[in-house]
């Protein structure tokens, strides 16, 4: 059997209904515009095809996918360690190109290993070691109890909130609402002007609510701050989203034991092949895995579906309650959740097709970001998010009253 095509799928996705930050009828995140899957699917010559997902900048890695394509033309698929060698080979000489680079390889990591599992008819699990569980812990993003409570409606039992403004008033208000039996966490998305003295006050206020994890207090390149962040609180951390292109991108987090946790995105940490050893590298340092999927596309869940449920240190999944409706229409299949978990699927492969006419539907686009009207303008709190070095402290905090 040999890799006879490589084809590519940009989708323009619409925007979730709800993000950690806020809910769509409050401007929610620019997302709307700028969010694109890329799905690649590698055909045989035997007629069997598997199909991939890549982040990273979707419109790009679709680029870096097709430039790599030819060295995969004529392969034996089977032999993916090696493939994801070759390909990993041809980035030298490009600087390695971080996500990017992790995006365009993974998508088609993932794909072999899905055309693996239709070869020899048997889930992507199963060819990783097999199942720990049946299920995978889910959580959904959450900016207000109220948004919580529907969430909880649906079988949810853990719930993220972000932003820095106000994090501690919502989070308290996430606890009233959901009791003690809810897991939260906090995704401070590690803005740069945030120093690490604030990052540490912030982790004190939070303590009380015995948090899953507080996710990205700083940039996740802030080495040395993570370290003096974990020495100086008491809630678990985690990164990796943002970085994590491949093991070795994602080492130096786990190596220094400066998180708790560790994100890597299916979509850009170098496919199933990468994910696996991040979280084997994870386990040996008491590391848990909670992968990001926040921009995520259906392909790519399926994958770390079947490698949260063969790995045993798996935490718990992102996703949104309500994504994009044509989410389940561009795909063949859509995971079920069961009481706030997703159900591992026993397909072969990753249980998951693509839908062509519905993606053609869907052309992509822009890949940047436009802002709304108010977003980065100088002076207004819309600025401070990443723009402004620091905005005046009491508004930032969201003490103002104190
Ligand atoms: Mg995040």
């Known amino acids: 059997m040999k890799i006879a095509s490589v084809e590519t799928f940009l989708v323009h996705a619409g925007p979730p209904g709800e993000t950690a930050w806020a809910g769509a009828s409050e401007g929610g995140l620019s997302l709307g515009g700028t ?35 030819p060295l995969l033309i004529g392969e034996d698929p089977r032999h993916i360690e090696k493939l ?5 080979l041809a980035m030298m000489g490009h600087g390695m ?12 990591d993932m794909a072999l290993w899905d055309l693996k599992g239709k070869v020899l008819e048997t889930p992507v699990w199963n060819l990783l070691g097999g199942k720990l569980r049946d299920c995978i812990p889910a959580y ?10 529907a969430a909880w409606d649906m079988g949810y039992r853990a719930f993220k909130a972000g932003n820095v403004k106000g994090i501690v008033e919502k989070v308290a208000a996430l606890r009233a609402e959901l009791g003690s039996d809810a897991d939260l966490m906090v995704d401070l998305h590690g803005p740069p002007w945030l120093t690490v003295g604030d990052a540490i006050a912030m982790g004190r206020a939070l303590e009380p609510f015995r948090l899953l994890f507080l996710e990205e207090p700083l940039p996740p390149e802030n080495i040395d701050g993570y370290a003096r962040v974990r020495d100086a609180i008491s809630v678990p951390l985690a990164a990796g989203e943002r970085h994590s292109a491949n093991l070795w991108t994602a080492a130096p987090l ?4 400066l998180v708790d946790v560790i994100q890597p995105d299916s979509g850009r940490c170098g496919g199933i092949t990468q994910f696996r050893k991040i979280a084997a590298l994870a386990e040996a340092h008491f590391v848990q ?43 063949t299949a859509t995971p079920e959740l069961r009481e706030g978990r997703l159900v591992v699927p026993d397909m072969p492969g990753l249980g998951v097709d693509l839908n062509l006419p519905e993606i053609a539907k869907h052309p992509g686009g822009h890949n940047v970001g436009v802002p709304s009207t108010a977003s980065y303008a100088a002076g207004t709190e819309a600025e401070y998010v990443y723009v402004q070095p620091r905005w005046q402290r009491t508004t930032a905090f969201g003490h103002e009253e104190n």
């Open 140 to 149: 959904a993003h959450a900016s207000s109890p109220k948004v919580a409570r």
């Open 254 to 257: 786990i190596n220094r034991g």
């Open 289 to 331: 895995v909670a992968p990001h999927a926040g921009t995520l596309g259906p392909v790519a869940e399926f994958a770390a579906i079947h490698c949260m449920a063969s790995i045993p240190n798996a935490l718990i999944l992102e996703r949104f309650a309500h994504d994009w409706e044509g989410r389940s229409r561009v795909v």
């Open 97 to 108: 190109v971080g996500t990017i680079g992790g995006g365009a390889i993974g998508a088609l």
């Open 35 to 69: 969010r694109h899957w890329l799905f690649v699917r590698v055909t045989t010559d035997s007629g069997l095809h598997g199909v991939g997902e890549g982040s990273g900048w979707p419109k790009v890695v679709e680029t870096a996918v097709n430039d790599l394509a």
């Open 84 to 88: 994801w060698g070759k390909l990993h």
